[in-house]
């Protein structure tokens, strides 16, 4: 699976759109590109998750750029309880394993 | 639907002693994954069965882990004897396929302490 690199920590205004951004240089053409996040001593939560198009759901949206090698989640109207770590992750096509890096810890403010 | 259920929450025992941790997948689903987290070592991934049988157990640490799955609704991750290093939080997941539209679910997780 592809290597992901996000930035270690981002702050964020309550009520303000959340991007945080995910480079995935080398991911190949059948690697989805997945987002989880993980809300203190719970489990991770699904997000969203794409191919190539942009894509939206009632929790967020998916920027992925043209090249595939980036993309952006965004959060459109963060609250308090969107604070979490958010992992990216590209995964396989076929294929179960979910590769976890570090994460990005979004700290929403009042 | 309940969710991925896990028992128990908080596990504390003593260096040496059997370890026994347990999982409910959602119904209807064929894949089940074990996961552990540390913050050494981030959230990875041990073993997964499909139908109930052990698919990849690569991520095992070592002889002393074992899982099982008897059953489509019951799992469980097994450490004998275990260790201080086996201090962390241990999270269950299922899902539906194998495709990439397959979401994993998370049940809440197991924090083991061992002293």
């Known amino acids: 699976d592809a290597k992901t690199t996000q930035p270690t920590s981002m702050d964020c205004a309550e009520g303000r759109a959340a991007n945080l951004p995910c480079n995935h240089s080398?991911?190949?053409?059948?690697?989805?590109v997945y987002w989880y996040r993980q809300i203190h001593s719970q489990g991770p939560q699904y997000i969203i998750h794409?191919?190539?198009n942009n894509e939206t759901n009632e929790m967020a949206s998916l920027i992925i750029t043209e090249d595939r090698k980036s993309s952006t989640l965004i959060l459109p109207h963060a609250t308090l309880r969107d604070t979490a770590v958010y992992y990216c992750i590209v995964r396989v096509s076929y294929g179960n394993k979910l590769v976890f890096g570090a994460g990005t810890i979004l700290r929403v403010k009042s | 639907d309940a969710g991925v259920i896990q028992s128990p929450r908080h596990e504390v025992t003593e260096m040496g002693q059997e370890v026994t941790l347990r999982c409910k997948p959602i119904?209807?689903?064929?894949?089940l994954f074990w996961y552990r987290q540390t913050m050494m070592r981030g959230l990875e991934l041990l073993i997964y069965?499909?139908?109930?049988?052990?698919?990849?157990d690569s991520g095992m640490p070592e002889d002393r882990f074992s899982a099982k799955m008897p059953n489509a609704s019951f799992s469980t991750l097994k450490i004998q004897p275990s260790e201080p290093r086996d201090s962390a939080v241990y999270f269950c997941?299922?899902?539906?396929?194998?495709?990439?539209?397959?979401?994993?679910?998370f049940g809440p997780g197991t924090r083991l302490t061992v002293l």
């Open positions: 997941a299922s899902s539906s396929g194998p495709l990439s539209t397959d979401t994993q679910y």
């Open positions: 794409g191919l190539k």
């Open positions: 080398t991911i190949s053409g059948n690697e989805y």
């Open positions: 119904s209807g689903h064929d894949y």
């Open positions: 069965f499909n139908n109930n049988v052990p698919i990849d």
